[in-house]
């Protein structure tokens, strides 16, 4: 019997767009208007709006990255949490950034990718309900590939060319991302979401090191222990604290 997956070929078709609001809300309109195909991406050369996450701009130079929406229907699969897939995209990602950039590569929780102490890759996961049930997943990735100047606004940006020194092809460097990510899947919908959060743990950026947060109007200092299940990052105070994703700011 052969695994259901709501996809055969993740990445297929690859729908080219040249200009876009955004794909997440191309691959929406897309879902709501019945023309979308599970598992197809949408790939765009320019957002006027891209989507980062907590409502942030993504910036991007035209046709330098990549630009790229998955969309999944879950109906012939079965889908068992949202952080789970998080976790699955997270490390289909890691796998894509790491072959081409080394061992510096690590998840920043909840989904960024990061080389050393730079921004490289940000994921946004959107989910659409048919009732109280998730009938579509929107995974949208932004890569900087060949873009070697940034806004100030960017804090700490990198992208491949900046890591390795070579230009890169942005249409196949899809293909090898949309590999990655189906090994992931296909892993997650066989039930290893435990094993995959384990070793999204093990490449947690900043994992047993200290550092500065602000919750609220609270500042403090802290050491990174791991992320649970429920997706909380779990940090040491003195005591063990556990914190959802948006409750929680990065300081420098």
């Keep these: 019997m ?28 897309q879902i709501r208007d019945g023309q979308a195909i599970s598992g197809s991406a949408y790939f765009t050369d320019f957002q006027t709006k891209g989507k980062g996450q907590m409502g942030k701009f993504w910036e991007s130079e035209i046709g330098q990255n990549i630009l ?44 960024d990718l990061y080389w050393r102490d730079r921004k490289a890759v940000g994921i946004l996961i959107e989910n659409l309900l048919r009732g109280t049930q998730i009938n579509w997943s929107i995974i949208g990735i932004g890569i ?20 390795t020194g070579k230009t890169f092809d942005r249409k196949q460097l899809v293909k090898q ?26 490449h947690l950026y900043k994992k047993n090191r200290v550092q500065k947060f602000k919750s609220g109007t609270r ?29 929680l700011q990065w300081m420098q």
Excluded: C, H
């Design 219 to 247: 500042i403090f200092e802290a050491t990174i222990i791991e992320v649970n299940k429920e997706g909380q990052l779990i940090l040491a105070t003195g005591m063990q604290e556990a914190f959802n994703f948006g409750t």
């Design 2 to 29: 052969s695994l259901a997956t709501p996809f055969n070929i993740l990445g297929e078709p690859l729908i080219e767009l040249p200009l876009v609001e955004s794909t997440n809300i191309y691959a929406i309109a």
């Design 144 to 163: 900087n590939v060949n873009q070697t100047q940034f806004s100030a606004e960017v804090p700490n940006p990198v992208s491949l060319k900046q890591m």
């Design 68 to 111: 790229v929406s998955y969309v999944l229907n879950w109906e012939t699969a079965l889908f068992t949490n949202s952080f789970g897939l998080s976790v699955a995209v997270s490390l289909g990602v890691y796998d894509f950034l790491r072959e081409i950039a080394g061992e510096e590569t690590s998840i920043k929780w909840p989904n």
């Design 177 to 202: 991302l949309s590999e990655k990510i189906q090994v992931q899947l296909q892993l997650y919908l066989k039930g290893e979401a435990e094993a995959q959060l384990s070793r999204y743990n093990a």
